[in-house]
């Protein structure tokens, strides 16, 4: 019953709003529930987590629409300086009269619990959000949607621009396999999901047997975030048991000896842990793509509510971990020579994710590899997200501030005069010797040093998680150019900027890695 229930909320998106570009012109209330309602095991690894709700902030520039009210939900409440940074970021539009179309609303609680839940425990706070918006005229947007987001929208009657928890398993390691399977798109070979460690070993030994040439496999835990949850095989110890050398029976017990030797991408994680997890979420295995130039492109789509598959961008990623496979950042757009390829791909899979129900944003992992023969991108499918993911905001800060529009025949974005629009965008910029400084400390830099978005050039950096930077020392930014070089020269001048206010003493001491001065040597 509560499915056929949210699925009539959900219905009345389709009455409603037809198009994507509708829903920043008409009358509308929006609920904001930024809550990362994903493994809290996983997600707490990450520095600052509890402030990546302030990744959906761009949301607030939804407010130059003079008739749009936005109640936004955070677990903490928001410093007043980070909302009054982004409502003056709005063109044309007074601060005053934007702020009282914003409500915000906070739980007071910083447990590692899903916001959502954390809501839903609250019922005075429910009472609030229900009093404060008009149900015909209102959508609820979230992070990712799982069974408690489905439950808020049912106890608020406010439909969720998401989509159903039901399809939570085509956004996974095993069913995005299964997608780019039907949609025929190349892939890494890999396995079903396994269960226990016994399955798991049999399947990486015949994995290796079908590919006789790997070096690597990789291990991912079925569920996983920003490229958490995964390990890595290292085959070079264990060529003794190649196929063609011993039995199938000695080379899974081979490899099961070896699980304790796993590379993680996070140096506290232990096999220990990973296989405790293997039962509860599941697990695949991948052969790990080789190549002396890779890269890790994506494409982000839209699906309407009416089924309309749309391509809005195409990224070029920027990884780092001890394997290269936790996200960074991101450069918008894809480079030339494979961001129309990506777009086709991106359609495929809007496809068949729309003939299964699915709506709002979805994107798709990509790898990369230059051939060295002919010059050209071979180019595999890794990975589906049915969520907002790391080059969500970015993308819908450059939309929502120049108004401008994405060009699928070029895989460019325009400005409304006609102006080519590029970013470099990051959630971890990242030092040690930015922790202590408040948000208004940064306004102060960023003044100072004209570091701001310029409305009237339409350049500049704009920055989130500004939360997490007094105690983690972490920033993210997005700095929109005319050119790429232009992007990364602003991003740069950011970095340079605040080691120098900072009075940086000792460039190695850093938590994470930041981004590379040169992106990914493009051209």
Known sequence: MQGEGFRELQSQLCDRWQSVDQFDRDDCDILVVPSFSIDQQEGKKIPGFLHYEERLLFSLIRLRNPHTRLIYVTAQPLSPVVVE???????????SHARDRLLLLSTYDNSLKPLTQKILERPRLQEKIHKAVRPQKAYMVCYNSTVLEQELSLRLGIPLLAPSPDLLYWGSKCGSRGIFAECNLPHADGSPRVWNVEELVVAAAQLWERRPDLRRIVIKLNEGFSGEGNALLDLTPLQDFAPGKTTHAQRVAAIHKCLENLRFQSESDTWTQFQQRIPELGAIVEAFIEGEEKRSPSVQGYITPNGEVKILSTHDQVLGGLDGQIYIGCSFPADAAYRLRLQEMGVKVGEALAKRGAIERYGVDFMAVRQPDTDDWEINAIE?????????????????????????????????????????ASDNLQQDHYKGLLPSDLMDIVTTHRLHFDSSTRTGSVFHLMGALSEFGKLGITSIGNSLEEAEALYNQVEEVLDAETQATDNSSHSSPTLPITWLGRD
């Open 384 to 424: 589906i997200n049915l969520r907002k993911g790391g080059t969500t905001h970015p993308f819908m800060t450059l939309k929502l501030l120049t108004n401008g529009y994405y060009d699928s025949s070029t895989g460019l974005f325009y400005s409304q005069q006609g102006q080519q629009k590029y970013y470099i």
């Open 85 to 95: 940074y982004y409502l003056q970021l709005l063109p044309g539009i007074p601060f």
